[in-house]
T-cell receptor, first 112, second 112 residues
Framework: EAQVTQNPRYLITVTGKKLTVTCSQN?????MSWYRQDPGLGLRQIYY???????DKGDVPEGYKVSRKEKRNFPLILESPSPNQTSLYFC???????????FGPGTRLTVT | GENVEQHPSTLSVQEGDSAVIKCTYS??????FPWYKQELGKRPQLIID?????GEKKDQRIAVTLNKTAKHFSLHITETQPEDSAVYFC???????????FGTGTRLTIIP
């Protein structure tokens, strides 16, 4: 089954404690992205990657890091989380020919 | 960078009536405009998209129109049904580029 998976699905953590949210896709997609969703602000792109070892900033990259060492994986790293990073995070992927962007199930992160 | 504005933020329509959601974009280089539907507690899913080489695209009860000169595009849902209740997001990008800018969303409620 074609899918994008994220882990964990829910996470409560404290300010400053480094965390990683994993994202994996099994569709051999070149493009992958991370978004955060906040009420009234819609979906905002954090980082995106157009291929292995190629990443670029989206609209809200501050406080986040990503890496793309393998085509299928695109982890999101928060090295020192802060309360303003409390949000719902989505990973997404799609193929090089464009078309539908497939979203993962989301990770709800709370930073206290 | 690209800026996408979406209106209205909430919309209630009687079942069977039509619903229209409008978006404007700022970057004249944008040429790919997808629409996503997000049901409560679920991930966004693509429902229709349009490229700038066409002015309209239909898929059963859903249609999207694009006015490149005015830099706006709209989603039209006819004969609305209860299952159309969801949040709808428009987005804009340049085809082949993964930097995607979303509107802030429209919460559509279908009144039985």
């Amino acid at each position: 089954e074609a899918q994008v998976t994220q882990n964990p699905r829910y996470l409560i953590t404290v300010t400053g404690k480094k965390l990683t949210v994993t994202c994996s896709q099994n569709m051999n997609h070149e493009y992958m992205s991370w978004y955060r969703q906040d009420p009234g602000l819609g979906l905002r792109q954090i980082y995106y990657s157009m291929n292995v070892e190629v990443t670029d900033k989206g609209d809200v990259p501050e406080g986040y890091k990503v890496s793309r060492k393998e085509k299928r994986n695109f982890p999101l790293i928060l090295e020192s989380p802060s309360p303003n990073q409390t949000s719902l995070y989505f990973c997404a992927s799609r193929g090089i020919l464009g078309g539908e962007q497939y979203f993962g199930p989301g990770t709800r992160l709370t930073v206290t | 960078g690209e800026n996408v504005e979406q209106h209205p933020s909430t919309l209630s329509v009687q079942e069977g009536d039509s619903a229209v959601i409008k978006c404007t974009y700022s970057d004249s280089a944008s040429n790919y405009f997808p629409w996503y539907k997000q049901e409560l507690g679920k991930r966004p899913q693509l429902i229709i998209d349009i490229r700038s080489n066409v002015g309209e695209k239909k898929d059963q009860r859903i249609a999207v129109t694009l006015n490149k000169t005015a830099k706006h595009f709209s989603l039209h849902i006819t004969e609305t049904q209860p299952e159309d209740s969801a949040v709808y997001f428009c987005a804009a990008t340049t085809f082949g580029n993964e930097k995607l800018t979303f509107g802030t969303g429209t919460r559509l409620t279908i009144i039985p």
